[in-house]
């Protein structure tokens, strides 16, 4: 019998060498590549995103000097009755003229994990998918952060609840003339965390 990295064949078989597989032109693999490789490095406006299928937070924040400032916040709302499919649309299709119009540099979107509720995992997931298309389509960087990275990044405790998260965004930003709402909050967080800890990230990239 032939040996074949500790394993013995029978007669005759030999152990195949698995081939790389080829991806079309303009397609990566799965694995992260370090931000250095792609334009976050010099990236001067985050934009975050919290997204939903009823209502979509986003923030946008840019660097000044040696300061973080918030530039526009704000949640995109679907009427309360409207099916699924028109709130997506409505979700993608504001969020697509904010981001035109800000012109963001790179944009950061919280994992979604399904918990202990499933089915409201998978909801949320849909919205998600409509955030994640409309900076495809850009060609942005993004970036995808945990919840706890997130929270710690704005709080310094990764278990921190979303009013503590809110309240740090109003100081760390100097918001508290027009505070932001809980979506908006939570999208300034993402976009805060993605500017300050830019440096220890890798992204996955589409180009």
């Given at each position: 019998?032939?040996?074949?990295?500790?394993?013995?064949?029978?007669?005759?078989?030999?152990?195949?060498?698995?081939?790389?597989?080829?991806?079309?032109?303009?397609?990566?693999?799965?694995?992260?590549?370090?931000?250095?490789?792609i334009r976050?490095?010099?990236?001067?406006?985050?934009?975050?995103?919290?997204?939903?299928?009823?209502?979509?937070?986003?923030?946008?924040?840019?660097?000044?000097?040696?300061?973080?400032?918030?530039?526009?916040?704000?949640?995109?709302?679907?009427?309360?009755?409207?099916?699924?499919?028109?709130r997506l649309?409505?979700?993608?299709?504001?969020?697509?003229?904010?981001?035109?119009?800000?012109?963001?540099?790179?944009?950061?979107?919280?994992?979604?994990?399904?918990?202990?509720?499933?089915?409201?995992?998978?909801?949320?997931?849909?919205?998600?998918?409509?955030?994640?298309?409309?900076?495809?389509?850009?060609?942005?960087?993004?970036?995808?952060?945990?919840?706890?990275?997130?929270?710690?990044?704005?709080?310094?405790?990764?278990?921190?609840?979303?009013?503590?998260?809110?309240?740090?965004?109003?100081?760390?930003?100097?918001?508290?003339?027009?505070?932001?709402?809980?979506?908006?909050?939570?999208?300034?967080?993402?976009?805060?965390?993605?500017?300050?800890?830019?440096?220890?990230?890798?992204?996955?990239?589409?180009?």
């Amino acid at each position: 019998m032939a040996e074949a990295g500790g394993l013995i064949l029978p007669p005759g078989m030999r152990l195949r060498r698995r081939r790389r597989r080829r991806l079309p032109p303009g397609f990566a693999d799965s694995v992260c590549r370090p931000v250095s490789d792609i334009r976050l490095k010099s990236a001067s406006r985050f934009f975050g995103i919290d997204p939903g299928t009823r209502a979509m937070g986003y923030g946008i924040i840019e660097r000044r000097g040696g300061e973080l400032a918030a530039v526009r916040y704000g949640v995109i709302r679907a009427p309360e009755g409207w099916p699924l499919e028109r709130r997506l649309l409505r979700m993608y299709e504001g969020l697509c003229d904010i981001l035109d119009a800000a012109a963001p540099d790179a944009a950061a979107v919280e994992r979604v994990f399904a918990g202990r509720v499933p089915r409201g995992g998978l909801v949320l997931g849909q919205g998600r998918g409509v955030a994640l298309l409309a900076v495809a389509q850009r060609k942005l960087p993004l970036v995808e952060l945990a919840p706890a990275e997130i929270k710690k990044s704005v709080t310094g405790k990764g278990s921190a609840s979303k009013p503590q998260v809110a309240r740090m965004v109003l100081h760390l930003l100097d918001l508290s003339a027009r505070p932001p709402a809980r979506d908006a909050a939570d999208a300034l967080a993402a976009a805060w965390c993605l500017a300050m800890r830019l440096p220890w990230l890798t992204v996955a990239s589409s180009r």
